[in-house]
Structure formats: C-alpha cells, structure tokens
C-alpha cells in the first residue's frame, strides 16, 4: 500500500510534480535540507534533500499498516529513469504482499550471522560433512582441532594477520616444526576457502597472509648443508680409526694429570669409554638416529635384552605422538652395554648424562669431539696409518645419511628404511634416498623371458617324443 505523500508531517518543503531529469535536476542545485520532491505519476516515488545528498527513495505500507520508506539510490548517480524504473519493480512487489524493507533486514541479519559464525561451529558441522567424504578428512579435522583450540571460539571472519604471528609464535615455542606449522595452517585456509564457497562467510580473512619462515636450527642447519651421501668404505675405516685415537689421547692425557698430582681423577684406563662422544657417535653410526634423539635418548627407552628402542621421535612428535620401536644391530647393542656397564647399570635417567648440569646435552655439544676426531684422522692418514682422512667439512648428520643410504644399497625396501629413520612419510625416504635403490626392472623382464623360454623349450621336448618312431621288435 503506498503512503499519501499530502497526508504526512514531515519537516521541510514538499512539492508534487511529474519527475523528470530536468526537474531532478533543478531540485538538486535548489532543495534545502529535508526538502522533498514527490512524482504525480507514481504514488510514493520521491526525491529528499538531506543534508548535502539527494536521494530516491518510496514511500509505502506494508501488510501490517507500518510505514517504511527504502532507500533507491543517490542522485546523480542514479538517473531520473533508472530510479523510476526500480520503483515500479520494488511497488509491484509491494502490491503482491511483499515487504523489500524486511528482505534487505533478513539479508543483512543472515550476514550478520555468517560473520558471527565460530570456527568451531563450522569446523564440527559442514566442514564435518565435508570432510568426511575424503580419504584423510578425519585426520584434516583433528589438526585443526589439535592445532587451533585456541580460536575455536572466535568468529571466523574475525581472524586476523595478528592472530596467526601470535599462534606462530606460541606453536613454535612448543618446539614444532615449520614445515608441520605450513600443514596445519594450509588445512585452516582450506577450510576458510570452503566456507566462502558455501556461503558460510563473505570471504577469507586471512587471503594473502603467510607464516614468516624462521632461522634454522643448529640441528637444521646440519642436516640443510650436509651432502645427502654415503660413505664410503675407506671413509668408515678412517671414522673408527679416529674414534680410537680421540679416546687414546683423552687417556693419555688422563695418565699424565694422575701422574702429576691429581690421583684422584678416574682412571680412563679402567673404563670403555673416555666419555660420551665416542658411544654417541658409534650408535649414530649404528642406528641413524638424529642427534637431538640420541640426545634425548633415556634408559627407560632401552630394552638391552631385546635389543631395541621405543621412544617419541622429537621431530615428528607433532604427528606421531606414540612412541616407535627400533630395532639394534648386535654392534649397537654391544655399544648400549658397555656404556650401561661404565655408568653402573642406570635403571633411568638420560642415556648420555650432561655431567656439569645433570640434564641432556646441548645441541651444539658434541661438536667440539667431532672436530677433534676429524682432525685425528688427518694425523693418522698423514703417517700413513689409514690410507685416508676424513673430510674437513663431513658433518656428523653424514651418519645418519650413510645409515639409511647403505641399509637401500644392500636391499631394504623404502617402507622398512622409513621407519628404522622415523621419518613421518615415506616419501621423505622417496625424496632423498630412493634413487639408491637397486633397479630390478631388467632382472624382472629377463626372468619373465626366461621362464616363457624354458616352458616353450618343454612342450617342444614334448612333441619330438610324440613324433619319434617306435622302437624295433626284438
């Protein structure tokens, strides 16, 4: 029902003619504040000067006797034609019942709504749906609830640059990963994305924001600059030749501190190691274990009379919570018993003891030892002793590579290589270490011909015992 313009109270000046683009126009440079224009025409279309804008705007009633008033456009943004032309669509609409006030208060309401709407709200039921008809959606679902606890609460489209540095930075504390940070906020983005597309929120709020990738770790650093390589077999004379002659000179130099005044001092003579460095270089050797595990390694992840380990990998701690069993060669067992041996049969406690602060090592401890045995082999290979020395740049990570790179060379499948390197996916293994394995793809097509030659070879046997004649009657 349109409203009777003559009938209204209203401030400021009223006039009633047909609305053209001139008398638009003329009412734009003319009108004071609060004047309005109505058309004889089309009952309720008129133009209000408020302030310093003029605007289309209709007038009308809605099914319950209410006034409203909607808001077409601005003038001369919107021309005397294109605002007559929406009037007619929104009156029609009015005269059928409808109320477009209400539909643009519902359609704001419900974005209202989609901007309210939580992270865990959408998280446990479209995302839910969503990702359940994919092959890894339950473990998608429980990364971003592990890892965004914290903002399940808050309105996605609230989400903000500064949110993500402070979870970063939070998530980083905890000690993981960069590489599992990019996973898990990517598994966000995905979701955010998806809610856009459904309808669920405007838009993302967190497009062209990225994580700010850290410094390397002591550890990383290592691992980054050291040759993915094995060694080679001259190469692992000259690294246990070096072993022997770092603990022969700690010896010595232990003798020479008893003999001169100093008798109190443990006699290194008597015992199978001079100190940590050659067990914990022996068992990298060994095991291939990462240094920070060896580090961490304690007697409670021991089993010397099975001959194993079972302990979280640190790395992938992120991923693989549960702890991972390994298995010791007789080699490395022989190194876990003497050490054990040396320190009194330990029940618990760190496997290789920090002796100044009683926790673990640093990162950085065993780099010294290193360095000293390297420089060792340089003297023996100088006199001759082993036909070479070790490289001055082999980082001690080259063991964990060599480990891996020989157990393939010597024919381990990939998937047993992964495991026995705690690698959270094999195709890490793939990646670095997969071109070492032995091609079996020509020994497979040659047995193939092989076989269909010997069975052809024994039906044609067979024909030429059917074809020969009988034998003579004696």
């Known amino acids: 029902m349109v409203s009777d313009p003559s009938q209204q109270s209203r401030n400021g000046a009223r006039r009633k003619v047909k609305i053209t683009a001139r008398a638009a126009a003329d009412f734009h440079q003319t009108a004071d504040p609060l004047d309005r224009m109505w058309d004889t025409q089309l009952g309720g279309f008129h133009m209000v000067r408020k302030r310093s804008v003029t605007s289309w705007r209709i007038l009308y009633r809605n099914t319950a006797g209410k006034e409203r008033a909607i808001t077409l456009g601005r003038y001369p943004a919107m021309t005397a034609d294109q605002a007559r032309k929406l009037a007619h669509e929104k009156l029609a609409e009015i005269y059928q019942g409808g109320d477009p006030l209400s539909a643009r208060q519902v359609a704001r309401d419900e974005a209202k709504h989609r901007e309210a709407q939580t992270l865990a709200a959408y998280l446990e039921g479209p995302y839910t749906v969503y990702q359940g008809r994919r092959k890894k959606g339950a473990e998608t679902l429980a990364r971003i609830r592990r890892d965004f606890a914290a903002w399940l609460a808050k309105p996605m489209s609230s989400l903000t640059r500064t949110d993500v540095d402070r979870w970063q930075a939070d998530m980083e504390g905890r000690g993981l990963a960069f590489s599992s940070l990019k996973r898990s906020y990517g598994a966000l983005n995905t979701m955010l994305n998806v809610a856009v597309e459904r309808g669920a929120i405007p838009e993302n709020p967190l497009k062209g924001v990225k994580l700010e990738r850290p410094a390397l770790t002591e550890e990383e650093l290592a691992e980054a600059t050291s040759a993915r390589r094995y060694l080679e077999d001259q190469e692992v004379v000259a690294l246990f030749a070096g072993l022997e002659a ?29 100190d940590y460095a050659v067990p914990l270089i022996s068992l990298m050797f060994y095991t291939g274990f990462r ?184």
Do not use: C
């Not at 700690?250 to 003999?259: D, N, V």
């Not at 891996?404 to 705690?422: F, N, P």
């Open 246 to 274: 770092y603990q022969e000179q700690k010896r010595a130099e232990r003798r020479r501190s008893r003999y001169h005044g100093k008798p109190w001092l443990p006699d290194l003579d008597q015992v199978p190691y001079v």
């Open 291 to 474: 240094p920070g595990d060896l580090h961490g390694l304690r007697w409670e992840h021991v089993n010397l009379t099975f001959g194993t380990i079972r302990k979280v990998i640190e790395k992938t701690a992120h991923t693989r919570p549960e702890p991972q069993t390994f298995p010791l060669s007789p080699e490395a067992v022989a190194v876990l018993k003497a050490w054990h041996g040396q320190l009194g049969d330990p029940a618990t406690g760190y496997v290789f003891t920090n002796t100044v602060t009683a926790g673990r090592y640093s990162s950085t401890a065993i780099g010294k030892p290193w360095r000293r045995i390297k420089d060792h082999t340089a003297r023996l290979a100088k006199k001759g002793r082993i036909p070479q020395a070790l490289s001055a740049d082999l980082e001690l990570y080259t063991l964990r590579h060599n480990f891996a790179s020989q157990l393939i060379m010597k024919g381990a499948d990939l998937l047993a290589v992964s495991r026995l390197m705690g690698h959270a996916d094999i195709q890490t293994t793939i990646e670095h270490y997969g071109h070492l394995a032995p091609d079996h793809k020509r020994e497979f097509v040659n047995r193939f011909g092989r076989d269909y030659q010997a069975l052809l070879g024994r039906a044609e046997s067979a024909d030429d015992q059917d074809e020969a004649p009988p034998a003579a009657a004696t």
